[in-house]
């Protein structure tokens, strides 16, 4: 498995932008395939977009879609989430995971990644 851990969450105002990075350990990252996932308080975990091993295929979300991108740099063994436009809406624990078998092009379970980092906090102030 992959060990993963998130920053770059935080408070931000309604209109503005952050940037989620998820580092992750060991040398198998390239053949993984990412998600970005989040957490209101009182709601189930919600698929936000997924990117495939190689990034050549990318999902997103309707309710983030023209307002969030997804990027990895394999050399870098990480993945990001550019948020931008944020929304109260948007404030949730996000958390990002790994899958071996994930293609990128679907919305997939929450049950298809088998590792999880531990969150990062973003709050969307109106």
């Known amino acids: 498995q992959v060990q993963l851990v998130e920053s770059g969450g935080g408070l931000v105002q309604a209109g503005g932008s952050l940037r989620l990075s998820c580092a992750a350990s060991?040398?198998?990252?390239?053949?993984?395939?990412m998600g970005w996932f989040r957490q209101a308080p009182g709601k189930e975990r919600e698929f936000v977009g997924g990117?495939?091993?190689?990034?050549?295929?990318?999902f997103y979300a309707d309710s983030v879609k023209g307002r969030f991108t997804i990027s990895r740099d394999n050399a870098k063994n990480t993945v990001y989430l550019q948020m931008n436009s944020l929304k109260p809406e948007d404030t949730a624990v996000y958390y990002c995971a790994a899958s071996r078998g994930y293609s990128g092009r679907y919305y997939p379970h929450p049950n298809a990644f088998g590792s999880w980092g531990q969150g990062t906090q973003v709050t969307v102030s109106s």
């Open positions: 060991g040398r198998t990252f390239s053949s993984y395939a």
């Open positions: 990117i495939s091993w190689n990034g050549g295929s990318i």
